[in-house]
């Protein structure tokens, strides 16, 4: 008696079509998970659901296309699709990608803040920018910053004198943006390093960064 071997039928092209199809969309699909993950621009339950349809779709397309099935019509229609499904996926990732690099480029910019101060008299009434309208004002475009420091070294060679200062600085308005400048005469007590500041006699302690201006008085009255 002898038994006859069978051997299974040889893998087609379409079959190979097919593999090589899901292997690509599997690739792409894991690519474009680690990005999602990466950006985390979805929340945990959205990825989470995007996560398992990909999952999903990866299955569809392995029964479709594992199997040795003598119809490959539906392999290499189902190919196909998933060839264009790779592509859109790889497309995502690579944009999701520029997104994030551009976020991060944004954020790692220094942002620069310029302070104006509108000064009036004394004796005005106004306080806020809605009680100067209809005024004319001047601009001062240098704040005379050389002349400053140059008083400033001078400060520091006479602070066992106590002298008299005049200064006009930016007090920032702690509520909302904006502030108001502050002119305060006193004696100079000492000038601190870190953070730099000037301590006047009356307990005011003002921010060398936010002076305007600086006037040594040679002789109170």
């Known amino acids: 008696m002898t038994t006859e071997k069978t051997s299974s039928p040889r893998r ?76 859109a996926m790889l497309y995502g990732a690579v944009a999701l990608g520029s997104v994030q690099h551009a976020i991060t480029d944004v954020a790692d910019k220094s942002v620069e803040t310029d302070i104006t101060c509108v000064i009036v008299n004394a004796d005005d009434p106004a306080q806020t920018l809605d009680d100067v309208k209809g005024y004319r004002f001047g601009i001062l475009e240098d704040r005379d910053t050389e002349n400053t420091q140059s008083l400033l070294q001078q400060l520091r060679g006479r602070l066992q004198g106590r002298p008299w200062v005049t200064v006009t600085w930016f007090v920032p308005d702690e509520k909302k943006a904006g502030g108001n400048c502050v002119t305060t005469t006193g004696q100079a007590m000492k000038l601190r390093g870190q953070p730099p500041a000037l301590l006047l006699s009356e307990g005011e302690e003002i921010p060398l960064e936010r002076m305007l201006a600086l006037e040594l008085i040679e002789n109170p009255g």
């Open 12 to 87: 087609s092209g379409a079959d190979w079509f097919g593999l090589v199809a899901f292997a690509v969309l599997v690739i792409c699909s894991a690519v474009l998970v680690v990005r999602l993950i990466s950006t985390k621009f979805l929340p945990t339950g959205q990825l989470l659901l995007a996560v398992g349809a990909l999952l999903v779709l990866s299955g569809l397309h392995g029964w479709v296309q594992l199997p040795r099935r003598e119809k490959t019509g539906g392999k290499i229609a189902c190919g196909i699709v998933a060839l264009v499904l790779a592509a």
